[in-house]
């Protein structure tokens, strides 16, 4: 068993930043693949950014590609999203997630490839 805490939402003006970070229990979190999702409201679960658990690996989705960083520390069992130029259809709740797949298996299988999720932290951005 995986528990993901999130934390680091919140308010920001367009134009600001924010860092999530992600705090993981359990000895696999060093082998495993993370990655954050975002939903908006009455949207899906999009997959945002991956990373491999080497850190040499990532993805990001198009729309967040040069303003967003995914990163982790594996000595802390943790993994962030620092979040830059931060735009108004940023707004959603981001989710941390946990994969048993390699980042090319989840960026294919999208939220069906997840293993665990944390609890969700809120990120609005006002114009």
């Known amino acids: 068993q995986v528990q993901l805490v999130e934390s680091g939402g919140g308010l920001v003006q367009a134009g600001g930043s924010l860092r999530l970070s992600c705090a993981a229990s359990g000895r696999t979190f060093s082998t495993s693949t993370m990655g954050w999702f975002r939903q908006a409201p009455g949207k899906e679960r999009d997959l945002v950014a991956t990373?491999?658990?080497?850190?040499?690996?990532?993805y990001y989705q198009n729309s967040v590609k040069g303003r967003f960083t995914i990163s982790r520390d594996n000595a802390k069992n943790t993994v962030y999203l620092q979040m830059d130029s931060l735009k108004p259809e940023d707004t959603a709740v981001y989710y941390c997630?946990?994969?048993?797949?390699?980042?090319?298996?989840?960026?294919?299988?999208?939220?069906?490839?997840?293993?665990?999720w944390g609890q969700g932290t809120q990120v609005t951005v006002s114009s």
């Open positions: 990373i491999s658990w080497s850190g040499g690996s990532t």
């Open positions: 997630a946990y994969s048993k797949l390699t980042t090319a298996q989840l960026i294919i299988r999208q939220r069906m490839g997840v293993d665990y």
